[in-house]
């Protein structure tokens, strides 16, 4: 089981990052799909899913207006678009094969995470 994170990067406020996430190894196409960030010094926060089969997506306060998660199962892999970032969105994003609001990495399957910072 593989999940394979990028697109994360420097960006200034109010910018733009487009996140993908790329899966091996198991049936994507079968999984809730869901992005989770962690900043320093901080705990795992869930922040946007996806049914398995693309359907329906729920976001979290922060995320909603800002942030779209999509999904391929063609392709296996899962997006995440962040527009109009700001710097508390500075993080770690992990991409998961998990529920919503799933924020223990011993649940599912997790990738290694992309970095992104927000900063003039």
């Known amino acids: 089981v593989r999940l394979v994170e990028s697109g994360g990067g420097l960006v200034e406020p109010g910018g733009s990052l487009r996140l993908s996430c790329v899966a091996s190894g198991f049936k994507f196409s079968g999984f809730w799909m869901s992005w989770v960030r962690q900043a320093p010094g901080k705990g795992l926060e869930w922040v946007s899913s996806i049914t398995s089969d693309g359907g329906t997506t729920y976001d979290s306060d922060f995320a909603k207006g800002r942030f779209t998660i999509s999904r391929d199962n063609t392709n296996k892999t899962a997006f995440l678009q962040m527009n109009s970032l700001k710097s508390e969105d500075s993080a770690r994003y992990y991409c998961?094969?998990?529920?919503?609001?799933?924020?223990?990495?011993?649940?599912?399957?997790w990738g290694q995470g992309t970095q992104v910072t927000v900063s003039s």
């Open positions: 998961a094969a998990v529920p919503p609001e799933t924020v223990r990495k011993d649940v599912g399957h």
